[in-house]
């Protein structure tokens, strides 16, 4: 057994969670910080324009995204920067006291015993956890109450024929396929062309059901980029046209093909009072617009950095 694993460390308070909330909620408070997986946010999400970052100790220069990128993110997306520059000072602080994601937490009395990579334990006596995402932990409070709402779901495609056109969006007014969403491909360093990503909002159930998988939202797509004229690669002049001058040309059919869905939960579980744990369920705008910059040594950081 390592020193790492015999030595037993302390915290009065400690933040679970590897969310944006819980993130930013570390850094405001500056509290030390346990992961549980990795989750970062959706690249693609927005937040508002009204959040003075400057005001709260986050320099926008240093997460902002390109502005050739700015048509199709958006000119306020960038919740991924965010964390991962919050992720970056809470490091330095010393305020992540686990280097790496935790695979699991087992919770003993008032000691947290987590498991990380290559099967190594850290211990961390504590007095009070403030939890914002529960999954993978062991020895919470019974659970008094679900809030399940629909999941949001999103399906990723890659464009092989269709993927040079004008549009940036198109919407339904369906949750399956309320929008579909075109941005510079990455899989060239072309960036007119275009792969694109769909939004849906779907029950548990419609996630077992094949009309609402992902080889349903393909079709879906397909009809709805017919349906606004986009068309696949040109296929050379219409032979049926003989005069050059006026001659449309003949088009490919689009075609796009399934790349990955990820399904984002948005059931929430209430738990039985407890005074050892503080269970929030902040959104990252809540906890932006309520921000104050963190003060001393972590303060100092976010200013040099």
């Not at 679970?16 to 990795?38: D, K, Q, R, S």
């Not at 690249?43 to 003075?52: A, K, L």
């Not at 007095?127 to 008094?144: E, T």
């Not at 093909?257 to 269970?279: C, L, N, Q, V």
């Amino acid at each position: 057994m390592s020193g790492f694993e015999k030595h037993v460390y302390f915290r009065d308070t400690i933040v679970i969670g590897g969310t944006l909330p819980a993130f930013l909620y570390a850094f405001f408070n500056g509290l030390p910080l346990v992961c549980v997986g990795h989750s970062p946010p959706f690249e693609f999400d927005e937040i508002s324009p009204d959040i003075d970052f400057d005001s709260i100790g986050l320099r926008y220069k240093t997460f902002k995204t390109y502005p050739s990128h700015e048509r199709y993110y958006g000119k306020e997306n960038r919740l991924l920067r965010l964390w991962e520059r919050i992720g970056f000072l809470l490091g330095t602080a010393g305020l992540m006291p686990i280097s790496t994601f935790a695979e699991n937490i087992r919770i003993v009395d008032n000691q947290l015993r987590i498991a990380t990579e290559r099967q190594r334990t850290a211990k961390i006596n504590f007095n009070k956890l403030v939890v914002f995402d529960d999954k993978a932990i062991s020895g919470l409070p019974n659970i008094k109450k679900r809030e399940k709402s629909k999941n949001r779901v999103i399906d990723w495609f890659s464009v092989s024929s269709g993927c040079n056109h004008s549009f940036d969006l198109l919407e339904d007014p369906n949750d399956f396929i309320n929008k579909v969403v075109f941005y510079p491909t990455k899989r060239s360093g072309n960036n007119k062309l275009k792969d694109l990503y769909t939004e849906s909002f779907l029950t548990d159930e419609q996630l077992q059901d094949f009309d609402y998988s992902d080889t349903m939202a393909r079709f879906k797509v397909l009809k709805m980029m017919k349906a606004a004229g986009i068309r696949g690669e040109r296929n050379g002049r219409n032979p049926l046209y003989p005069e050059r001058s006026t001659v449309p040309y003949k088009y490919y059919a689009v075609k796009i093909e399934a790349a990955e869905r990820a399904i984002y939960s948005a059931t929430k579980r209430f738990y039985e009072p407890d005074p050892r744990f503080e269970f929030r369920y902040d959104t990252t705008e809540e906890l932006l617009k309520a921000a104050s910059a963190p003060s001393g040594y972590l303060g100092k950081i976010s200013e040099l950095f």
